[in-house]
């Protein structure tokens, strides 16, 4: 009789693994995000998309879908009611413009999503996102240009980010 075993591969003493992307479980509604996803950002595609054909698991719920955002790639499906996203996971788009940040906002609190505080919202699929300018990493680290704290409390006053806003902050006694 002979016995299993199992190898494990490192690297540099890490694990050796294909990828790692993240996934996100959809009460339902996978199909409909994932599509209105990649309609949204450049570089971006479904690369597949597998729905049940019945049994345990209801005809058409997505079992696995597989998808790319602006180069980066996700994998989704349909979990059913115990599945609900928070706030703890969320998307970040960085915009270079207010017209890009303005575009992206608008599009992704249409039909049933909501704005948050701070640049934050939920999609209609209750996904969270953070729209911010490129800009707000260097504002917020680099208090010899201008004044970090003055960004700081400019951003906590909006829900949608006001670049020109956030800028003036900035340069208020830097």
């Known amino acids: 009789m002979t016995q299993a075993t ?8 890490k694990l050796g693994v294909q990828s790692v992307r993240p996934s996100l479980t959809f009460e339902k509604g996978t199909a409909d995000a994932v599509n209105f996803y990649v309609s949204l950002f450049p570089n971006s595609k479904v690369l597949s998309l597998l729905r049940s054909q019945g049994g345990a ?5 997505v079992l696995h879908a597989s998808f790319v955002l602006d180069g980066q ?3 989704a499906f349909d979990g059913g009611p115990s599945f609900k ?3 703890a996971f969320s998307f970040v788009a960085t915009c270079e413009t207010q017209k890009e940040l303005d575009e992206i906002w608008a599009r992704l ?5 909501e704005e948050g505080p701070c640049g934050w919202l939920k999609d209609r699929f209750g996904v969270s996102w953070q729209v911010v300018p490129r800009a707000l990493g ?15 409390e400019a951003l906590l006053k ?16 830097a």
């Not at 609190?109 to 999503?113: E, R, S």
């Not at 670049?163 to 006694?173: K, V």
């Open 158 to 173: 909006m829900r949608k980010l006001d670049i020109a806003t956030l800028e003036r902050a900035y340069l208020s006694g």
């Open 73 to 75: 790639e996700y994998t």
């Open 57 to 61: 698991v209801p005809e058409g719920n």
């Open 6 to 13: 199992t190898q494990t591969t490192t690297v540099g003493g």
């Open 85 to 87: 996203f928070t706030e």
């Open 138 to 152: 260097n504002m917020m680290s680099d208090p010899k240009s201008g004044n970090p704290a003055k960004v700081m």
């Open 109 to 113: 609190t249409a039909d049933g999503g």
